[in-house]
């Protein structure tokens, strides 16, 4: 299984080495996509972790005993198709080409399977009609 996973450190967790035992105790492998962790004050962070769906689960239940919230994030982008105005600058910064836009339309098109949740090109957007799926999903 494969899936991401997002944390929300409280303050006296920011020191618990947490990515160190998902690895040893739940022999999860994954990517680091997001990381703000600001030391005693709080933390953020989004992973791509791959496993067993068990040790998915085991890992979470462990994370939440430790005092941080723990749920699986949705992955990917929201592009808002009011707001695109097809110019094509996020495709510039999609290295994997999630994001692409091609004739006879020329329209943006958007494929979440290949998006692996970067960002990039979020800030690109002239028109602020992509946003981030997890975001959007907690109500920021």
């Known amino acids: 299984m494969k ?3 997002f944390m929300k450190f409280p ?3 920011t020191n618990t080495p947490v990515t160190y035992q998902l690895v040893k105790k739940f022999d999860l492998k994954f990517n680091i996509l997001k990381a703000e962790i600001d030391y005693n ?3 953020i962070i989004l992973y791509d972790i791959e496993g067993k769906a068990g040790n998915i689960s085991d890992a ?3 994370v939440r005993s430790l ?3 723990c749920d699986m994030a949705p992955s990917g982008i929201v592009v808002s198709e009011t ?3 097809d110019c094509g600058l996020c495709t510039s910064v999609c290295a994997i080409n999630a994001l692409s836009i091609s004739g006879p339309d020329w329209k943006l098109s958007y494929d979440a399977g290949k998006c692996i949740g970067c960002n990039q090109c979020i800030p690109v957007c002239p028109t602020r009609a992509i946003t981030h799926g997890l975001y959007e999903e907690l109500g920021a």
Do not use: F, H, R
Request: aromatic share 6%; charged share 15%.
């Open 67 to 69: 005092g941080i919230e």
């Open 11 to 13: 303050p006296n967790v």
């Open 41 to 43: 004050l709080i933390g």
């Open 60 to 62: 979470m239940d462990y």
């Open 3 to 5: 899936t991401k996973l």
């Open 83 to 85: 707001l695109c105005n």
